[in-house]
């Protein structure tokens, strides 16, 4: 079991940058692989990236490629989604994932422990 502790997502602007962080106090945060998924509204949850336990591999929906970084601190049990060049296309509650999967999860599933969620708004 791990608990993952979202802050406050945000407004941001047509081509400007947010930044999400994602915290696992108190857990063994190295053993999993973490994502990010979004749920835009009227849509289902997606995949948007991910990071292995390792921290050296990502991999990344199409949509986000080139825009968005996830990069990961162990010694802080967090991770991180730098997006860049945001479009209103993007404005969506985020949600951070765990995996104890033997590699990153790109599809919603009750495996994947879950963040409560954080609101992205991206205006135009």
């Known amino acids: 079991q791990v608990q993952l502790v979202e802050p406050g997502g945000g407004l941001g602007q047509a081509g400007g940058s947010l930044r999400l962080s994602c915290a696992a106090p108190?857990?063994?945060?190295?053993?999993?692989?973490m994502g990010w998924f979004r749920r835009a509204p009227g849509k289902e949850r997606e995949f948007v990236g991910g990071?292995?336990?390792?921290?050296?591999?990502?991999q990344y929906a199409d949509f986000v490629k080139g825009r968005f970084t996830i990069s990961s601190d162990n010694a802080k049990n967090t991770v991180y989604l730098q997006m860049n060049s945001l479009i209103p296309e993007d404005t969506a509650v985020y949600y951070c994932?765990?995996?104890?999967?033997?590699?990153?999860?790109?599809?919603?599933?009750?495996?994947?422990?879950w963040g409560q969620g954080t609101q992205v708004t991206v205006s135009s």
């Open positions: 994932a765990a995996s104890a999967a033997a590699a990153i999860t790109t599809t919603p599933n009750a495996d994947l422990y």
């Open positions: 108190g857990s063994a945060f190295s053993y999993y692989h």
């Open positions: 990071i292995r336990r390792s921290g050296n591999i990502m």
